[in-house]
Nanobody, 121 residues
Framework: QVQLVESGGGLVQAGGSLRLSCAAS????????MGWFRQAPGKEREFVAA???????IYADSVKGRFTISRDNAKNTVYLQMNSLKPEDTAVYFC???????????????WGQGTQVTVSS
């Protein structure tokens, strides 16, 4: 089993930045892909970014050039640096992990509880 705990959400003005963190515990040393998803009120959950253990990254088009995903394997932690935030980035952000390769679908094995990000205009 793997447990994921997110932190770093909050309220920020448009154009501002936030950094989310997700710490994995349990059998986290075997995890390959870690990713971030988000869900806005009334909308379906959507993919944001993912990173493999070797550092391969993939992003949703809506966040390319603004968000950066990174990972510290020694700490079993993944980060999401969010810059140039827009009101449409407002959502609950979820960390996810899976044993297999990175994926943009929701087919992840483990999920965190989510952290709220609110961007005011």
């Amino acid at each position: 089993q793997v447990q994921l705990v997110e932190s770093g959400g909050g309220l920020v003005q448009a154009g501002g930045s936030l950094r989310l963190s997700c710490a994995a515990s349990g059998r986290a040393f075997s995890i390959n892909a870690m990713g971030w998803f988000r869900q806005a009120p009334g909308k379906e959950r959507e993919f944001v970014a993912a990173i493999s253990r070797s550092g391969y990254t993939i992003y949703a088009d809506s966040v390319k050039g603004r968000f950066t995903i990174s990972r510290d394997n020694a700490k079993n932690t993944v980060y999401l640096q969010m810059n140039s935030l827009k009101p449409e980035d407002t959502a609950v952000y979820f960390c996810a992990a899976r044993w297999q390769a990175v994926a943009t679908t929701g087919e992840y094995d483990y999920w965190g509880q989510g952290t709220q990000v609110t961007v005011s205009s």
